[in-house]
């Protein structure tokens, strides 16, 4: 099963905005993860963040952690039409650190 | 190796054939997934190993689907019957269970697409 539920499903946006995707979860989390897909690619990892942390950067990339709201979202800040790819948020439950279910995932369009 | 390789890249099958499906982790990768991945969704969870064990299979949809992972290291997903419900890109991801962060990060392979006819 799913873990995580993304939103929006897809996004659209011009080269050099700012792109924000969020995710909800339903259970305790170790940690929350960010990945990307290239269409017909593998998963990529991007960012991870803990529990008991906030906010996290990796260069222009920010993601934020509300453990109160059961939610995460990721920021990708001056975006490039490079950054065309889906975007998954994957939950890790407190109490299985080799657990990892990813959510249906965000498909992010940049047009240059 | 120096990444996640999946063979066959893509397999079509008849309906009711057994399909075979291997994924070759990263060297010294102790966990290896399975996941599976329809268009537009994300990847579904099928099972992992940790070793040579499979640590939770409880993603495998029917008996009809099986893992081994004989030696630690190479696995083959096989699925005996197919059906056309069964088309999709089967993804395989391995890590060594923690990253330099101390968290687990999987690292996947490009997948194996899977259309049953």
């Known amino acids: 099963s799913q873990q995580g539920e993304e939103d929006p499903q897809a996004l659209s946006i011009q080269e050099g905005e700012n792109a924000t995707m969020n995710c909800s979860y339903k259970t305790s989390i170790n940690n929350l993860q960010w990945y990307r897909q290239n269409s017909g690619r593998g998963l990529v990892h991007l960012i991870l963040?803990?529990?008991?942390?906030r906010e996290k950067h990796s260069g222009r990339l920010r993601v934020t952690l509300d453990t109160s709201k059961k939610s995460s979202s990721l920021l990708i800040t001056a975006s490039r039409a490079a950054d065309t790819a889906s975007y998954f948020c994957?939950?890790?439950?407190?109490?299985?650190?080799?657990?990892?279910?990813f959510g249906a995932g965000t498909r992010l369009t940049v047009k240059p | 190796g120096a990444g996640v390789s999946q063979t066959p890249s893509n397999k079509v099958t008849e309906k009711g054939k057994y399909v075979e499906l291997r994924c070759d982790p990263i060297?010294?990768?102790?966990?290896l997934y399975w996941y599976r991945q329809s268009l537009g969704q994300g990847p579904e969870f099928l099972i992992y190993f940790q070793g040579t064990g499979a640590a939770d299979d409880s993603g495998l949809p029917n008996d009809r689907f099986f893992a081994v992972r004989p030696e630690g290291s190479v696995s083959t997903l096989k699925i005996q019957r197919t059906e056309r419900g069964d088309s999709a890109v089967y993804l395989c991801?391995?890590?060594?269970?923690?990253?330099?962060?101390?968290?687990?990060?999987?690292?996947f392979g490009a997948g194996s697409r899977l259309t049953v006819l």
């Open positions: 963040i803990r529990s008991n942390e």
């Open positions: 991801a391995s890590s060594n269970g923690y990253s330099t962060s101390g968290a687990n990060v999987l690292t």
């Open positions: 994957a939950t890790v439950p407190f109490y299985n650190n080799n657990d990892m279910r």
């Open positions: 060297s010294g990768h102790t966990a």
